[in-house]
């Protein structure tokens, strides 16, 4: 079993930066593949970025990409995604998760509470 619990969101104006904490706890943890999604009001969840269990691979969507970068610490149980030029597009609740079900950029076995981040004009 995994816990996941976000932290770091907050209001940032456009072009600002904001850096984002997951803490996670359970067993094997450092051989889970970990991401960040993201939902808007009325929106789908959308995939952000994930890292492979020993932070060496990582994939982002285009919409962030250049932009955002996720890293993990093992030592720590910690996992993070470091988001720069930050564009009012980037509003939403930012969910940390471990254990894809089927692919990467899809739905996960566990997931956090969320954290929202607020980008102003």
């Known amino acids: 079993q995994v816990q996941l619990v976000e932290s770091g969101g907050g209001l940032v104006q456009a072009g600002g930066s904001l850096k984002l904490s997951c803490a996670a706890s359970?067993?094997?943890?450092?051989?889970?593949?970990m991401g960040w999604f993201r939902q808007a009001p009325g929106k789908e969840r959308d995939f952000v970025a994930a890292?492979?269990?020993?932070?060496?691979?990582?994939y982002y969507s285009d919409s962030v990409k250049g932009r955002f970068t996720i890293s993990r610490d093992n030592t720590k149980n910690m996992l993070y995604l470091q988001m720069n030029s930050l564009k009012p597009e980037d509003t939403a609740v930012y969910y940390c998760?471990?254990?894809?079900?089927?692919?990467?950029?899809?739905?996960?076995?566990?997931w956090g509470q969320g954290t929202q981040v607020t980008v102003s004009s």
């Open positions: 890292v492979n269990w020993n932070g060496v691979n990582t």
């Open positions: 359970g067993r094997s943890f450092n051989v889970k593949v």
């Open positions: 998760a471990s254990d894809p079900l089927r692919d990467y950029k899809g739905d996960y076995a566990y």
